[in-house]
């Protein structure tokens, strides 16, 4: 049958992007309707029970960087004092051999902070400092090749061989850096992409490169307060509602299908991953170009393991990084009220991914184990596997990312694949929604 409804606009997928479109449409005066295909809103970034406790389906990380979400929140009234833990960057880098890093940056204004923590960073040999010294001058000043041209972009690991970067700048820096960040390996990963991340990160504002980390699970951080606010401006959120068709005429989207119904919109925006919008339009003459541009995307894993210790076990750094390790992050969960409760994330594809759960299970406890001698055994062990994770972050991927306005009028992509300066965040993802609501309405406004 068909539902027709006098919303105007319809959002299809209730992830981090589809609602960071609702709200802001929904700020500035639409009514829209929101289709969710799962239970819960929050898409790659949601709550998951484990135990009697509330986790996300991986450890996210902010950045102070991520401005466009953090305004996001203080529009829906979210108290970001009471709900994320903000700290200096105070990176601590532990390597299998017993050598320590540590990276400081210090409360003075950029680039002086970031100047200053290369000097007395600990673990670097004073030409390790120097190089790097040098690298984040130019970066300072925009004098490192960006690669704009994205058909001569290079690797990250070329670039840093091309900026004189040291082995271990490379090995015990850049490349956690670049992992944590583009979630892709130093050898494919976009040159021009982790420039802008780190001219972003520490160019711009002292507290652009402050660690973030939500003090609640993901779902009461944004997808709740959301719900609230688009209920509350007249709009509509219905769950367990997947899309089968959109429906075209004349180069023209009328609405969408679910199941037997119809929904009729004079704007459909796919906040919906890529893989899942390809199905949609590939049939359409005027998306074939997408479709064919989305199918060349190929994905990165993360691995997210939730070790639960005594309440005891405190590391003596609430974030850490290891190298030479499968785990690459700890992060002490006592920072958001879960004492004992220890994350560690592995980022990217490898070796680790052909391991079961109980394999990797032995190799991450053995490891921290090793780091951490006096630990005793965790009580409980919680392993969530997101294999698309991100899009694979490489050289040259932004020819592959969409535009949010497309070909087809009234028809928009939002997600964080979608052309956006930064790779697969949730700063991309509320950026491209933003983004798309902004459009949608200077079109109607043009119209009138």
């Known amino acids: 049958m068909d539902k027709k409804t006098n919303k105007s606009v319809l959002i299809v997928g209730g992830g981090w992007a589809g609602l960071s479109c609702a709200v802001e449409l929904s700020r500035i005066g639409y009514a829209v309707t929101l289709l969710e295909s799962a239970r819960q ?157 780190l001219h972003d990160t520490f160019c711009r504002s002292i507290h652009d490169a402050d660690l973030i980390i939500p003090g609640v699970d993901l779902g009461k951080l944004f997808p709740d307060p959301a719900l609230d606010y688009i209920e509350q401006h007249g709009g509509n959120v219905d769950l367990s509602k997947r899309v089968t068709q959109i429906t075209i005429e004349q180069r023209h989207i009328t609405g969408v299908m679910c199941d037997n119904e119809r929904y009729q919109a004079d704007h459909v925006v796919l906040a919906i991953p890529p893989h899942a919008c390809i199905p949609l339009i590939k049939e359409h003459p005027a998306l074939h170009d997408i479709a064919y541009n989305l199918s060349g995307l190929d994905y990165n894993p993360i691995i997210t393991l939730y070790l639960q210790y005594p309440q005891t076990v405190k590391p003596d750094q609430p974030v850490q990084a290891l190298v030479g390790t499968t785990s690459q992050w700890i992060i002490d969960r006592r920072l958001v009220g879960q004492p004992g409760l220890i994350s560690v994330v592995i980022s990217g594809p490898g070796s680790h991914m052909e391991k079961d759960n109980d394999e990797l299970r032995n190799i991450v406890e053995s490891e921290l184990a090793e780091c951490f001698p006096h630990w005793p ?48 965040t ?4 509320v950026l491209s929604g933003h983004q798309t609501a902004k459009l949608i309405n200077q079109l109607q406004l043009d119209s009138e």
Request: some cysteine; hydrophobic content about 40%.
């Open 377 to 424: 055994s965790p009580e409980d062990v919680l392993i969530i596997r997101e294999k698309r994770a991100t899009f694979n972050c490489r050289a040259g991927i932004n020819n592959l990312r969409p535009a949010n306005q497309t070909g087809v009028k009234g028809l928009w992509l939002a997600g964080d694949y979608t052309h956006m300066p930064y790779p697969a």
């Open 426 to 429: 949730l700063e991309s993802a």
């Open 41 to 197: 809103l929050g898409g790659r970034a949601r709550r998951v029970a484990f135990n009697e406790q509330s986790v996300d389906n991986g450890q996210h990380v902010l950045i102070g960087a991520y401005r466009q979400t953090l305004a996001l929140f203080k529009i829906l009234g979210i108290s970001l004092t009471e709900n994320l833990v903000r700290q200096n960057l105070d990176l601590h880098i532990l390597n299998t051999n017993g050598k320590k890093y540590n990276l400081r940056l210090p409360s003075v204004i950029t680039p002086l902070n970031l100047l200053f923590g290369l000097i007395t960073a600990n673990g670097f040999s004073f030409k390790d400092k120097w190089r790097a010294l040098i690298f984040g001058t130019k970066l300072f000043v925009n004098a490192i090749m960006t690669c704009n041209d994205q058909d001569n972009d290079i690797s990250v690991l070329d670039l840093l061989r091309k900026e004189k970067q040291t082995d271990n700048n490379i090995r015990a820096l850049w490349e956690p850096i670049c992992l944590a960040s583009l979630n892709t390996c130093i050898n494919e990963a976009s040159a021009s992409i982790f420039v802008r991340v």
